[in-house]
């Protein structure tokens, strides 16, 4: 009973066995999905394969000698290619038993042989290279590989395909290496290509060379220099194979920090590219605050709603620079006065010049005076004032001014100096400095034009807004924010004084914490390193994860080789580029890039309406 019941069991299930035999049997397979709908392979040149040409290439000899990545220009090139590359270990035993028996051969025919004959050279050669080999196996532990490349180039037409093939040809020769066009292998090239793993046994023959462990560095692969951060804005194009460039500087897991240092000479594009920054930055709600000497930044303040400060002679808009702002300590923090006098002493340097500690000392002194009198002490508890159950921070027409500072100054004979010096800020040209803070900055684009002060007095204007700035940006950790400082060597180089510097170089050094960003802009490279044999300059470049180098005089490259890590051949590119394009070091990844936008950037970046470009055109056209 039961093998009758096991026999209709069986019978079942070949049936239906037959039955999805029968249901598949019309259907694609994995490998009919992927498979070409036809090959030709009649010509020993090339194959095509549904209407693509594919023609390979197997290097057949390198350089004794390599320094540099060998596949690098191969990879860069934005061209139609697949490359292939295997390394096959071999037993090193045996090799070094292979090697000896070679050396002690090629030895006795050296001694014996006629010193005349022509190919005697080529044998020491091979004794040296054995021997050498041999010596790196025991003694420094290298491995021994065969190594073997194959190039398989691929094009539309045969034209493109062979104009690919000669260019291919010309870079692998400028790279020490030799090829050889697989003519009747094309085959066998194409198939070991493929992801296949598939070295194959005619191609050894002809392509296989030995090679040392530290020699595979050279042929690392991996070397694209494509940025792509997913969060990133974009920037613009690589210049060696038109990969898209996209950088997200606040991937803090990414990079060190924020900051960035744009260098480059009158015209060469930097300002556009900053400009450009702003734009797509503000886009993505980042409060940024500029500091504009050269009142560079107003059509894009105005473009994009965003708030214009302007300080000098003729402005209606004042800062107060005693004034101590709630948010320039952080929540939880002590020391109001404290901090504020530190930063004083700094804009003083800049105004009275080098002191020495008993001045610094005396002028502190003062400063503290100054402050008491409006009930302000170290105390912090005198800055808040008691508004029924909550506490106020003191107003800014209860904070003191320079003239309260100068006064004081007046009554003592130690410091007429100092009083003395204070005139034109207090009674003079300058008396701007000596007003109450009649602004607020609310706005997520602040904008600080200083051009009204004069080249001589740009630096005190620049320190004032910086100080400012630096109170907003530690407002809130949370928000991303960023502040430029365009022509920063007023403030970093001989002009400035050691404090102002050292301000500086702390915003750099600690802005990451609050979510932020310093941009170090400038075109005198020689001024930003030329206070204290540079110290600043350098600290800055290197507290920058991204630097942007557009073209640059040969003399201020020369210059800032010496405190960034230049190759020669970067030196050529930095000097040899053209407008908007640059040298891009992103963290550890050094690209050439051209700066790209679409037209409406262009238009708010540039302040002309395409309107205007319309009519402009219009007369062109009716006068000619």
């Given at each position: 009973m039961i093998k009758k019941e096991l026999k209709k069991i069986i019978k079942i299930i070949k049936n239906k066995e037959k039955k999805e035999k029968f249901l598949y049997a019309g259907c694609f397979s994995e490998q009919d999905k992927i498979a070409p709908s036809y090959i030709n392979m009649q010509n020993p040149n090339y194959l095509e394969i549904d209407r693509l040409y594919y023609s390979g290439l197997i290097i057949v000899d390198y350089a004794r000698e390599q320094t540099d990545i060998i596949l690098?220009?191969?990879?860069?090139?934005?061209?139609?290619?697949?490359?292939?590359?295997?390394?096959?270990?071999?037993?090193?035993?045996?090799?070094?038993?292979?090697?000896?028996?070679?050396?002690?051969?090629?030895?006795?025919?050296?001694?014996?042989?006629?010193?005349?004959?022509?190919?005697?050279?080529?044998?020491?050669?091979?004794?040296?290279?054995?021997?050498?080999?041999?010596?790196?196996?025991?003694?420094?532990?290298?491995d021994f590989y065969y190594l073997s490349i194959y190039l398989s180039i691929f094009a539309e037409t045969k034209q493109e395909l062979e104009y690919s093939l000669n260019k291919i040809e010309g870079i692998t020769q400028s790279k020490g290496m030799q090829t050889k066009r697989a003519n009747f292998r094309q085959e066998e090239v194409f198939l070991s290509c493929l992801p296949t793993m598939q070295n194959h046994e005619k191609l050894k023959q002809v392509a296989q060379r030995n090679i040392l462990t530290s020699g595979l560095l050279s042929t690392y692969p991996f070397i694209s220099s494509t940025i792509f951060d997913s969060k990133g804005i974009f920037i613009g194009t690589n210049m060696n194979n038109n990969s898209l460039v996209f950088i997200d500087r606040y991937n803090t897991q990414k990079y060190k920090n924020a900051n960035m240092c744009i260098?480059?000479?009158?015209?060469?594009?930097?300002?556009?590219?900053?400009?450009?920054?702003?734009?797509?930055?503000?886009?993505?709600?980042?409060?940024?605050?500029?500091?504009?000497?050269?009142?560079?930044?107003?059509?894009?303040?105005?473009?994009?709603?965003?708030?214009?400060?302007?300080?000098?002679?003729?402005?209606?808009?004042?800062?107060?620079i005693l004034e101590i702002r709630k948010e320039s300590i952080e929540e939880g923090e002590n020391g109001y006065l404290a901090t504020k006098i530190g930063k004083l002493i700094g804009f003083f340097h800049l105004i009275f010049g080098e002191i020495n500690e008993e001045e610094k000392a005396l002028l502190e002194e003062k400063l503290i005076e100054t402050y008491k009198n409006k009930n302000i002490t170290f105390d912090d508890k005198t800055l808040f004032q008691k508004n029924g159950n909550r506490k106020k921070f003191k107003s800014k027409k209860e904070m003191p001014i320079l003239e309260d500072l100068y006064n004081i100054l007046e009554e003592d004979k130690r410091t007429i100096k100092f009083k003395t010096k204070l005139i034109p800020f207090v009674k003079g040209s300058m008396k701007f400095f000596n007003h109450y803070t009649n602004i607020e900055l609310n706005n997520e684009l602040i904008v600080a034009d200083v051009y009204d002060l004069g080249e001589e007095n740009l630096k005190y204007g620049m320190y004032l807004f910086t100080d400012i700035f630096w109170d907003k940006i530690k407002e809130n950790r949370k928000e991303k924010k960023a502040i430029y400082l365009d022509e920063i060597w007023r403030l970093i180089g001989v002009t400035s004084n050691k404090n102002v510097a050292s301000f500086i170089y702390k915003i750099f050094k600690t802005i990451r914490k609050y979510g932020g960003s310093s941009v170090a802009i400038t075109q005198d490279i020689s001024d930003i390193f030329s206070l204290e044999e540079g110290i600043y300059g350098k600290s800055i470049l290197n507290n920058s994860s991204i630097k942007t180098f557009f073209s640059l005089e040969e003399e201020n490259i020369k210059i800032l080789s010496n405190f960034a890590n230049l190759s020669e051949k970067e030196k050529i590119e930095i000097k040899s580029l053209k407008r908007g394009e640059c040298l891009m070091f992103v963290g550890d990844d050094h690209i050439l890039t051209k700066i790209e936008c679409s037209k409406k950037e262009k238009e708010i970046v540039e302040g002309v309406k395409e309107n205007e470009n319309n009519n402009h055109s219009n007369s062109q056209s009716r006068t000619s």
């Open positions: 690098k220009n191969l990879i860069e090139t934005n061209m139609n290619m697949n490359i292939s590359i295997f390394y096959e270990k071999q037993d090193p035993y045996k090799i070094i038993k292979e090697l000896t028996y070679q050396i002690g051969n090629v030895g006795v025919e050296l001694k014996e042989s006629n010193q005349n004959r022509e190919d005697i050279d080529i044998a020491a050669f091979t004794y040296n290279d054995a021997k050498y080999i041999r010596k790196e196996i025991q003694v420094n532990n290298e260098f480059g000479t009158s015209g060469a594009g930097k300002s556009f590219y900053t400009k450009l920054l702003i734009l797509r930055y503000k886009l993505l709600g980042i409060k940024q605050y500029i500091i504009d000497p050269d009142r560079e930044y107003h059509n894009l303040c105005q473009e994009l709603s965003g708030t214009e400060i302007k300080i000098g002679p003729t402005s209606k808009t004042y800062i107060n």
